[in-house]
Every structure is written in structure tokens, then in C-alpha cells.
């Protein structure tokens, strides 16, 4: 289950903070589906529609993220969502307990399974991982395309 710690928007604090969305969980039962839903609502707060590319790249990236979290780490996790002041970029954080580092397999085509972190690679400016103590932390950098009107 995941437990929101903080949903605030930047109109709550001083005028240059960045709206975020924070949520843990302690064991594999995170609900891919409210991460989603987080990163959906925290866009369409700033401007972007959920039915635009932006927001739908968005809520790919979270859900391979945070799967990837749950199905290889077996402990406690998090989920950071933080848009820059000008909704322009999403940083996307995600921290499992697990001390392996993610591997970009080879691609095929022909195998089922096993593309969500290339879609990611493809999606983001920036992909990285950060050893922790206790863990890993990946974070994923989303340039956010406001459409034409």
C-alpha cells in the first residue's frame, strides 16, 4: 500500500517551490496504479492534461520504475515526484532496498518482457542510479512538451 507523505503544492510554501509528491511503502505491496495516478494529477495541477504525450510519458516511466522497484526489491520503498517551478521537467525518484544496480539488457525484439527500462532510457534526458546504504535510488529527468493549442 502506498502511504502519501507529502502532497503539496507550490503555493503552500515560498513562491519558487517546486510542486512534489512523496509516497513509501514498506513491503512489495505498492500500487503501481495510485503511482500513476500521483504523477497524473500532480501534472494536470500544472498544466499538463493527462491525455497529452506528456503526461502519458510520464506515467509510463513511473509505473516501469516503480514495478522494477517492487518485483526486484524486497523491502521498503519510495516514490519523488518534483516538477521544476516552470513545469518544464520532472524528476522522478524512485529508492528500493535492493543493492543491485539495474541492468540494461541486451535488446530483442523477440523476447517478452524485459523493455520497460529501454523505454525509459528512450524517454528521459537523464537516467541514473545512486548507491545507497541501504539500497538504490534511480532517477529519471522527463523534459514535459506542452502541446500546441
Request: net charge neutral; charged share 20%; glycine share 4%.
Amino acid at each position: 500500500m502506498v502511504t502519501p507523505l507529502k502532497d503539496r503544492a507550490s503555493d503552500e510554501q515560498e513562491p519558487a517551490a517546486s510542486p512534489r509528491y512523496s509516497a513509501s511503502w514498506d513491503t512489495a505491496d505498492a500500487s503501481i496504479a495510485e503511482a500513476r495516478s500521483a504523477v497524473r494529477t500532480l501534472l494536470a495541477q500544472a498544466g499538463h492534461e493527462p491525455r497529452h504525450r506528456s503526461s502519458q510519458d510520464a506515467q509510463l516511466v513511473v509505473s516501469e520504475l516503480v514495478t522494477n522497484a517492487v518485483r526486484h526489491a524486497p523491502g521498503p520503498g519510495e516514490l519523488v515526484l518534483a516538477l521544476t517551478p516552470d513545469a518544464a521537467l520532472l524528476r522522478i525518484s524512485v529508492r528500493d532496498s535492493s543493492p543491485h544496480l539495474p541492468a540494461l539488457p541486451t535488446h530483442d525484439a523477440r523476447r517478452v518482457g524485459g523493455h520497460g527500462l529501454h523505454l525509459v532510457n528512450r524517454l528521459c534526458d537523464q537516467l541514473h542510479t545512486v548507491a545507497l546504504d541501504t539500497g538504490k535510488q534511480i532517477v529519471a529527468h522527463l523534459r514535459l512538451h506542452k502541446p500546441a493549442d
